[in-house]
């Protein structure tokens, strides 16, 4: 008798479902939240990378083209002189100008900028800290770096974790300051000291016969008669 109750008990199948449900639901619930958090956190990380490089690129220009900056700070007004002397200053940037460039106010705005990048409210970047924004000088070249670190926080603390789960990233992009007119005019001026001493032409010289053995050279490669 008591084989046969029991026998029917386990066939009875009412409550299965919320038994299955008890276990699934919460899993698929964390699986959910957790896809559309490391999908958030990708799309912060593109958008923040993206900012980075834009602020070193424009700072770059910045640095190469000085006259850029100085008419969007004076409303693109060619005829206020008020900064005629940092314009003139910066002709010697190339030789002395090193390290941090941009200043307090600037990098607080880079900054509040990143901190408003995101898609929700409560997962959005924080203790976010500018490392690096100025210059790299080479000396024969320059780069504008731009460095930032920032924290994402995941929305949901698990209940054997004492804090949230945090994940600590970071942003760096190192811009290569360029100034093709400067270069051509520094080239020039390295030209004309070598034309006058009499090394210089001898090395001159040399080049130009090495120059016509070169060409002379592609043109039977490209079967040309001289």
Request: aromatic content about 16%.
């Amino acid at each position: 008798m008591n084989t046969k109750k029991t026998m029917k008990i386990m066939r009875d199948d009412r409550g299965y479902v919320f038994v299955e449900a008890t276990i699934v639901y919460p899993i698929m619930f964390f699986v959910i939240i957790f896809l559309i958090y490391m999908g958030n956190m990708f799309l912060l990380r593109a958008r923040i990378d993206s900012a980075v490089a834009h602020e070193a690129i424009v700072y770059a220009n910045y640095f190469a083209n000085p006259y850029v900056r100085y008419l969007e700070d004076n409303d693109y007004k060619i005829e206020n002189t008020a900064k005629s002397n940092d314009l003139t200053n910066s002709l010697y940037r190339y030789l002395y100008k090193n390290g941090k460039y941009a200043n307090s106010d600037e990098v607080a705005t880079l900054e509040k900028r990143i901190g408003q990048i995101g898609f929700f409210n409560n997962v959005s970047p924080e203790n976010i800290k500018v490392s690096a924004h100025g210059i790299n000088n080479y000396v024969i070249y320059q780069t504008y770096e731009v460095e930032a670190s920032y924290e994402l926080k995941f929305p949901i603390k698990f209940i054997f974790m004492d804090d949230y789960w945090v994940l600590y990233m970071s942003a760096r992009e190192e811009s290569p300051i360029t100034d093709q007119s400067e270069f051509i005019r520094n080239i020039d001026m390295a030209v004309d000291y070598i034309e006058r001493t009499e090394k210089g032409n001898k090395a001159i010289e040399q080049f130009s016969k090495l120059k016509n053995n070169f060409d002379k050279l592609l043109n039977k490669i490209g079967g040309k008669k001289e």
